[in-house]
């Protein structure tokens, strides 16, 4: 991992308009993903880990705040940037086969990222597409099919391909195992850290498995109604957890050992997910922490670093 910060996020927030008010999926978000890197982003479902890797993929216009890319403008400031941005940064989609066009073959999936940025003549376009599949373990004779005809686990390499077919540098992986058969999950895994090593890619890995995620990452943001609260270096946050909500989540981890499994103590949270759309005032994570006080209540944390690096998000965490 290079110490240089590629994409920087700077107080992103995501709000959208509902029948019942404004529902804030992402709130003051900010984070600096270094090159070459993988940053883990965890929570539970809801959380608002979707909506922000499609904020940092420009495909979702911030409320608030701007997104630099390899310290240069926002890229949401018009379409020529965007456009610039999208032939650096792609996205692999969690369900690989509703982000597959059905009409389409797969070397014409693969293909029409390099048309519409005009890279290479048809015959290395046809060329490309066969390296690609190869590359992401198919063969050639793939192309001319179509996703109906290909597993699950197929078709997300088919993803994987066609987001590497315009070389990009950043990817974000949105919960790209999550859909897959146990069986396959570990494959498509080996898979992106073995391309990531071979073409230097920096990874924004959402996912909801903390195993998997610690496997791959080198620093992980745990995200909660929308805010990130705690982030650190993968084995900082695993050995030194700091945040209650982090606390319960690693809790719920199984260990491969019955003897260590039956002795471990759970953190089971009390009370439900506050609504979005009425967020309460202090700290999102009050009605369900059992560490509350009263502060917890009346002012809302930000993120501080407490120890080199590993940074927290909560009033009792000195």
């Known amino acids: 991992m290079e110490n240089k910060k590629l994409v920087v996020l700077d107080d992103i927030?995501?709000?959208?308009?509902?029948?019942e008010g404004?529902?804030?999926a992402v709130e003051q978000v900010s984070l600096d993903i270094m090159k070459g890197e993988t940053?883990?982003?965890?929570?539970?479902?809801?959380?608002?880990?979707?909506?922000?890797?499609?904020?940092?993929?420009?495909?979702?216009?911030?409320?608030?705040?701007?997104?630099?890319?390899?310290?240069?403008?926002?890229?949401?400031?018009?379409?020529?940037?965007?456009?610039?941005?999208?032939?650096?940064?792609?996205?692999?989609?969690?369900?690989?086969?509703?982000?597959?066009?059905?009409?389409?073959?797969?070397?014409?999936?693969?293909?029409e990222g390099m048309i519409i940025h005009k890279m290479y003549d048809k015959k290395r376009?046809?060329?490309?597409?066969?390296?690609?599949?190869?590359?992401?373990?198919?063969?050639?004779?793939?192309?001319?099919?179509?996703?109906?005809?290909?597993?699950?686990?197929?078709?997300?390499?088919?993803?994987?391909?066609?987001?590497?077919?315009?070389?990009?540098?950043?990817?974000?992986?949105d919960e790209p195992i999550?859909?897959?058969?146990?069986?396959?999950?570990?494959q498509i895994i080996n898979l992106l850290h073995d391309l990531q090593k071979e073409f230097n890619l920096t990874y924004l890995f959402i996912a909801h498995d903390l195993n998997i995620v610690k496997y791959i990452s080198d620093r992980i943001a745990v995200m909660y109604l929308g805010n990130i609260v705690e982030l650190a270096a993968s084995?900082?946050?695993?050995?030194?957890?700091?945040?209650p909500y982090s606390k319960a989540l690693l809790s719920a981890v199984p260990v491969p050992d019955p003897d260590k499994e039956a002795k471990k103590v759970?953190?089971?949270?009390?009370?439900?997910?506050?609504?979005?759309?009425?967020?309460?005032?202090?700290?999102?994570?009050?009605?369900?922490?059992p560490q509350v006080c009263d502060i917890c209540t009346k002012e809302k944390p930000f993120l501080r670093e407490i120890t080199t690096g590993h940074f927290v998000s909560c009033h009792m965490v000195k």
């Open 39 to 111: 940053l883990g982003l965890v929570g539970e479902s809801g959380c608002g880990k979707s909506t922000l890797g499609k904020v940092v993929m420009g495909i979702y216009q911030p409320t608030h705040g701007q997104l630099t890319y390899h310290g240069k403008e926002s890229i949401h400031l018009n379409k020529k940037t965007l456009f610039s941005y999208s032939k650096m940064a792609q996205i692999i989609f969690q369900d690989p086969y509703s982000s597959l066009d059905p009409r389409m073959t797969v070397g014409s999936i693969i293909e």
């Open 235 to 243: 084995g900082e946050l695993y050995a030194n957890t700091l945040h």
């Open 266 to 289: 759970r953190q089971i949270l009390s009370g439900d997910v506050p609504s979005p759309i009425n967020i309460p005032k202090g700290c999102n994570f009050a009605g369900r922490c």
């Open 178 to 186: 999550s859909a897959l058969d146990v069986s396959i999950q570990s």
């Open 13 to 19: 927030s995501k709000y959208f308009k509902v029948s």
């Open 125 to 173: 376009r046809q060329e490309r597409v066969y390296e690609l599949l190869e590359l992401v373990g198919l063969n050639k004779e793939h192309a001319n099919r179509f996703p109906h005809e290909f597993s699950g686990g197929q078709r997300q390499r088919i993803g994987i391909a066609r987001a590497l077919a315009i070389e990009p540098e950043f990817i974000v992986c």
């Open 22 to 24: 404004t529902l804030k």
